[in-house]
């Protein structure tokens, strides 16, 4: 079945520094991919999508690629922040497009 | 309303007890999802249904855990005789019939289940 791994944490970075944070998936066909993002204390957000190879999402400055040639889907963004740390899911669709398989997530803690 | 709503936030049950999670979905959402998220790990699937059809319960650990959405809305996962290994924070999430929304879920915030 479809699947996606993620670059371990916990990402540690100062503020205003680039972020990568590493994805990538097997699959049958080419589903959507996604990233989600979680908060302390809080459920998981949509940060953002692409559902077609080459395919650019961007959301609040990250942005991800969807990439066939290397299967991939990284995570990136110019300039962290503080209010940037959270954990960070990528995920695609498995069983038909009728449930989300998530990566182990990647926690990122923007520091001053 | 205008996201998805899960109680109780936070639950504590004593090894051997039922519990029941409740789940309220985005208004009109067809399709509702129940994941289970371990510490440090990502949600797993759990189950499925499409307004009140169960499409898919393979996820479910152990005939323990029983979901349901009788009247096609707010869903409640069941877990009969709690287990510590059940401890994890049990993510609903809901979901658009709209292709152009096609496979985003939108999630509640979870319920935290400690079982001791």
């Known amino acids: 079945g479809n699947s996606v791994t993620q670059m371990e944490g916990p990402v540690t970075l100062s503020e205003e520094a680039f972020l990568t944070i590493n994805c990538t998936y097997t699959?049958?066909?080419?589903?959507?991919l996604f990233w989600y993002v979680q908060y302390p204390g809080e459920g998981l957000q949509l940060l953002l999508k692409?559902?077609?190879?080459?395919d650019k999402g961007s959301n609040k400055g990250f942005e991800a690629t969807y990439r066939k040639e290397t299967t991939s889907f990284h995570l990136e963004k110019g300039s962290v922040q503080v209010s940037d740390s959270a954990v960070y899911f990528c995920?695609?669709?498995?069983?038909?497009?009728?449930?989300?398989?998530f990566g182990t997530g990647t926690q990122l803690k923007v520091e001053l | 309303g205008a996201g998805v709503s899960q109680s109780p936030r936070y639950k504590v049950a004593k090894r051997g007890q039922d519990v029941a999670l409740r789940c309220d979905p985005i208004?009109?959402?067809?399709?509702l999802f129940w994941y289970q998220q371990a510490l440090g790990q990502g949600p797993e699937f759990l189950t499925y249904?499409?307004?009140?059809?169960?499409?898919?319960k393979s996820g479910l650990p152990s005939d323990r855990f029983f979901a349901e959405r009788p009247e096609g809305s707010v869903s409640t996962l069941k877990i009969q005789r709690t287990q510590q290994e059940d401890s994890a924070v049990y993510l609903c999430?809901?979901?658009?019939?709209?292709?152009?929304?096609?496979?985003?879920?939108?999630f509640g915030a979870g319920t935290r289940l400690s079982v001791l």
């Open positions: 999430a809901s979901g658009d019939r709209n292709l152009l929304a096609k496979n985003i879920q939108y």
């Open positions: 699959a049958t066909g080419y589903p959507s």
């Open positions: 692409a559902t077609k190879a080459d």
């Open positions: 995920a695609l669709p498995t069983g038909g497009g009728n449930k989300l398989t």
């Open positions: 208004s009109g959402h067809v399709s």
């Open positions: 249904f499409q307004n009140e059809a169960q499409l898919d």
